[in-house]
């Protein structure tokens, strides 16, 4: 019997899901999102308790960035790249006596390709409303007037769970367009000796930054490694609080017939959930093995932008 799946070569157990899959996932999730709504979205499943808990993660203090470098020259992945020119006292602009400051101003494209960024709530629209059901006509060219990214404008602060793809398919990086399944976050569980759960701010690295440094930058929005949609389902029933990768989440091509970036619009749109997108783990991931344990503390400050759809971030993930 034809379930609407279909088998595809980009990964263990791989499938694609023509439309009627897709939407039967779509409204699982969003029924399990229901049970426990609130206009915060999954970020209400970080209370204080769990950040207290998530603290006492903190064991070396030892701490790295997961952002990746901006970038501020053109590439294959990042058309539009950030402008960061220099407004003040520079070689050639300076008068030589008394006191001068060095200026400069920064410009970017949030939602690229190659940035290290967090989604809000409001960045997807998914026929013609946004999480919980909140019109898009809230969207306007002065901001947006709900589910912005001042929802997280006291910080998100929790543990966090690095889940290494690569690793446990003993490669270096997963190829774009190969994508990972429930299955496979669960076996990296088992062998990493970690569970991830309520409030967690779960990490999935499928080595996008690693591919990208000693291949170079392709066009990333044509082909990259991501998660299958039928992982967010996990995630809904784990009750994560926030989902990252090193690259964008999604895998491209789409795995699901005539809808781009399923995993977007059911882990924002459908689940509420925050996003992080195009991370950089490679600092992460020796730290991690040296002390044998995949949770650590984590803390990601957006900016404070009224009515903004992200906020480019450099989560911190202390040990």
Known sequence: MDDGMHRDAAGPAAERLDGAAFDALYRRITALAHAGAHPRGALETITPARVRAAVREVRTGRHVSLAAPVTTRPEPDDPDPARHPMTGAVAGRMAGRGLEFARDRIEMNVHGDADSHLDALCHVVYDGTLYGGVPATTLTDEGAGALSVGLAAAGIVGRGVLLDIPGLRGVPWLEPGEWVTAEELLAAETAQGVRFGGGDLLFVRVGHRRRRRELGPWDAAAGRAGLHPGAVELLAERRVAVLGSD?????????????????????????????????????????????????????????????????PVSPVAVL
């Open 247 to 311: 690259g964008n989440n999604d895998c491209a091509p789409s795995p699901v017939d005539g809808v781009g970036f399923p995993v977007h619009v059911l882990a924002v749109r459908a689940l509420g959930v925050h996003l992080l997108d195009y991370l950089q783990f490679e600092e992460l991931l020796p730290l991690c093995r040296d002390e044998g344990r995949w949770s650590f503390l984590c803390v990601v400050a957006p900016l404070r932008l009224a009515g903004g759809t992200g906020s």
